[in-house]
C-alpha cells in the first residue's frame, strides 16, 4: 500500500511516504532551533511552528515522492503519546486531507512507530523480536510477537529516559541541547573507560525485581557530582572523557540487558528504535554483544531513528498490509497513549 505518514508528537513537523516497506519521501520540518535556548522543548512554540509547517510539509512530500494525494492508500498520523497541543495538529491535519480525499486513517502510537520505521531499512520484522525503544521521553524493553496486535513490555525506565539523561548531561557539560548528537561527538576524542560511572538497576540484588527495567538519575547525578568536584578543585573539566564515560555507562546498560532479553525469551531478533538509537556507541556495542550470541540486531540509519513521518508511515503500511480496521474520523490524540496501544 501507497501510504502517507504525518508525524507532529514533539518539534518535528515530518511527513513520510512509503509504499509498502519502500521509502519515497521523508521531509521533516524541525522547530528544534527555536527551542534551543530554553535548553528544552516549550510545547506551545512547538505547536505554532507544526501549524506553520503541516501543510507545506506534506506538499513537499507529496513532489519527492512524486505522487499525489488521489494515488495514496492510506493516511496514518500519530495520535500519541506526546505533547497534546503538537499532536493536535497533526491529527486535525491527517483528518482534514483524510475527509477531502476520501482515504481511510489510521492513529497510531508514536513509540510502535519507532520499532516499526526499521522496517524501511531492512524489511519485514522477523517476529518474535525483543525491541530496544530508547527516546527523550521512552526507555523500555518490549517483545513483539505481532506488531499490528500490540507490543509487551518487559521493563521499563524507573526514571529517566535515555534520551533524557543525554539532554540533561549535555546541560551541565555546557553542550547545546538536544544533548545527544554533541555528547556522541565529544566522546569520540574521549576515553570510555576514564571514570567508573554507576550503571543503574544492573547490581546482582537490583535484577532480581528489575531485570529488564533501567534507571539514569543516579548516572546523572554522579555525573554532575564528579563535574562539581572538579570545579570546586579549580580543575578543567576533561569534558571528551566525561562524555565517552557516561555514554558508555548508559550504551553498556541498555544493550546488556537488551541481550538478556533475547537470551530469556529465546528471540534471536533485537530491533533498537528511538532517538538513542541513532548513537554510534549503543550500535557498535549492540552489534558486538548480539553478535556473540547469534542475534541479528537491526538498528534503522540515524536519520530515522529520530522524530519523523516516514515511521508513521511505515507503522499505517504494516496494519493496512495486516488487514488492521482504519479508525474513525473522530479519532482523538492521547498525549499519553498507553505503550500497549497500536493504533486508536
Ligand atoms: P519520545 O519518542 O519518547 O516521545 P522524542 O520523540 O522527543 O521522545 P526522539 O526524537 O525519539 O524523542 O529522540 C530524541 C532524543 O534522542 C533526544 O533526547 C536526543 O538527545 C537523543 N539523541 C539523538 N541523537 C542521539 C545520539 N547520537 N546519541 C544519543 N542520543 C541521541
Ligand atoms: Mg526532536
Ligand atoms: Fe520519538
Same mark, same amino acid.
Given at each position: 500500500?501507497?501510504?502517507?505518514? =504525518?508525524?507532529?508528537?514533539?518539534?518535528?513537523?515530518?511527513?513520510?511516504? $512509503?509504499?509498502?516497506?519502500?521509502?519515497? &519521501?521523508?521531509?521533516?520540518?524541525?522547530?528544534?532551533?527555536?527551542?534551543?535556548?530554553?535548553?528544552?522543548? $516549550?510545547?506551545?512554540?512547538?505547536?505554532?511552528?507544526?501549524?506553520?509547517?503541516?501543510?507545506?510539509? =506534506?506538499?513537499?512530500?507529496?513532489?519527492?515522492?512524486?505522487?499525489?494525494?488521489?494515488?495514496?492508500?492510506?493516511?496514518?498520523?500519530?495520535?500519541?503519546? +506526546?505533547?497534546? +497541543? &503538537? @499532536?493536535?495538529?497533526?491529527?486535525?491535519?491527517?483528518?482534514?486531507? &483524510?475527509?477531502?480525499?476520501?482515504?481511510?486513517?489510521?492513529?497510531?502510537?508514536?513509540?510502535?512507530?519507532?520499532?516499526?520505521?526499521?522496517?524501511?531499512?531492512?524489511?519485514?520484522?522477523?517476529?518474535?523480536?525483543?525491541?530496544? @525503544?530508547?527516546?527523550?521521553?521512552?526507555?523500555?524493553?518490549?517483545?513483539?510477537?505481532?506488531?499490528?496486535?500490540?507490543?509487551?513490555? @518487559?521493563?521499563?525506565?524507573?526514571?529517566?529516559?535515555? +534520551?533524557?539523561?543525554?539532554?540533561?548531561?549535555?546541560?551541565? @557539560?555546557?553542550?547545546?541541547?538536544?544533548?545527544?548528537?554533541?555528547?556522541?561527538?565529544?566522546?569520540?576524542?574521549?576515553?570510555?573507560?576514564?571514570?567508573?560511572?554507576?550503571?543503574?538497576?544492573?547490581?546482582?540484588?537490583?535484577?532480581?525485581?528489575?531485570?529488564?527495567?533501567?534507571?539514569?538519575?543516579?548516572?546523572?547525578?554522579?555525573?554532575?557530582?564528579?563535574?562539581?568536584?572538579?570545579?570546586?578543585?579549580?580543575?578543567?573539566?576533561?569534558?571528551?572523557?566525561?562524555?565517552?564515560?557516561?555514554?558508555?555507562?548508559?550504551?553498556?546498560?541498555l544493550t546488556a540487558?537488551a541481550?538478556?532479553?533475547?537470551?530469556?525469551?529465546?528471540?534471536?531478533?533485537?530491533?533498537?528504535?528511538?532517538?538513542?538509537?541513532?548513537?554510534?556507541?549503543?550500535?557498535?556495542l549492540a552489534?558486538?554483544r548480539?553478535?556473540?550470541?547469534?542475534?541479528?540486531?537491526?538498528?534503522?540509519?540515524?536519520?530515522?531513528?529520530?522524530?519523523?513521518?516516514?515511521?508513521?508511515?511505515?507503522?499505517?503500511?504494516?496494519?493496512?498490509?495486516?488487514?488492521?480496521?482504519?479508525?474513525?474520523?473522530?479519532?482523538?490524540?492521547?498525549?499519553?497513549?498507553?505503550?500497549?496501544? $497500536?493504533?486508536?
Amino acid at each position: 500500500p501507497l501510504v502517507l505518514g =504525518i508525524e507532529t508528537s514533539c518539534d518535528e513537523t515530518g511527513v513520510g511516504i $512509503v509504499r509498502g516497506h519502500t521509502l519515497l &519521501a521523508d521531509a521533516v520540518a524541525s522547530s528544534v532551533d527555536e527551542h534551543a535556548r530554553f535548553g528544552g522543548v $516549550v510545547p506551545e512554540v512547538a505547536s505554532r511552528a507544526h501549524l506553520e509547517a503541516i501543510v507545506p510539509t =506534506i506538499h513537499r512530500a507529496l513532489a519527492d515522492a512524486g505522487v499525489t494525494l488521489s494515488d495514496v492508500d492510506a493516511i496514518a498520523v500519530t495520535a500519541g503519546p +506526546g505533547l497534546a +497541543g &503538537a @499532536l493536535l495538529v497533526g491529527v486535525a491535519a491527517a483528518k482534514g486531507y &483524510a475527509l477531502a480525499a476520501e482515504k481511510p486513517i489510521y492513529g497510531v502510537n508514536h513509540l510502535a512507530a519507532h520499532v516499526a520505521v526499521d522496517t524501511l531499512e531492512h524489511g519485514a520484522l522477523p517476529e518474535p523480536a525483543i525491541a530496544l @525503544l530508547v527516546s527523550g521521553g521512552h526507555s523500555s524493553l518490549l517483545l513483539v510477537e505481532d506488531l499490528a496486535r500490540g507490543v509487551t513490555p @518487559l521493563g521499563s525506565t524507573i526514571d529517566d529516559a535515555a +534520551g533524557e539523561a543525554f539532554d540533561k548531561v549535555a546541560r551541565l @557539560l555546557g553542550l547545546p541541547f538536544p544533548g545527544g548528537p554533541p555528547i556522541d561527538r565529544a566522546a569520540r576524542s574521549g576515553d570510555p573507560s576514564a571514570i567508573p560511572f554507576p550503571r543503574g538497576l544492573s547490581a546482582a540484588r537490583d535484577l532480581a525485581a528489575h531485570r529488564y527495567d533501567f534507571s539514569f538519575s543516579g548516572l546523572k547525578t554522579a555525573v554532575a557530582r564528579w563535574v562539581e568536584a572538579r570545579q570546586r578543585a579549580g580543575e578543567p573539566v576533561p569534558v571528551e572523557d566525561v562524555a565517552a564515560s557516561f555514554q558508555e555507562a548508559v550504551c553498556d546498560v541498555l544493550t546488556a540487558k537488551a541481550v538478556d532479553a533475547c537470551r530469556a525469551q529465546g528471540v534471536n531478533t533485537l530491533v533498537i528504535g528511538g532517538g538513542v538509537a541513532a548513537n554510534s556507541r549503543i550500535r557498535s556495542l549492540a552489534e558486538e554483544r548480539c553478535a556473540r550470541h547469534g542475534i541479528t540486531v537491526r538498528v534503522p540509519r540515524p536519520k530515522l531513528c529520530t522524530d519523523n513521518g516516514a515511521m508513521v508511515a511505515a507503522l499505517g503500511s504494516h496494519l493496512v498490509g495486516a488487514g488492521v480496521t482504519p479508525s474513525r474520523l473522530d479519532l482523538p490524540a492521547d498525549s499519553s497513549m498507553p505503550l500497549t496501544t $497500536v493504533n486508536v
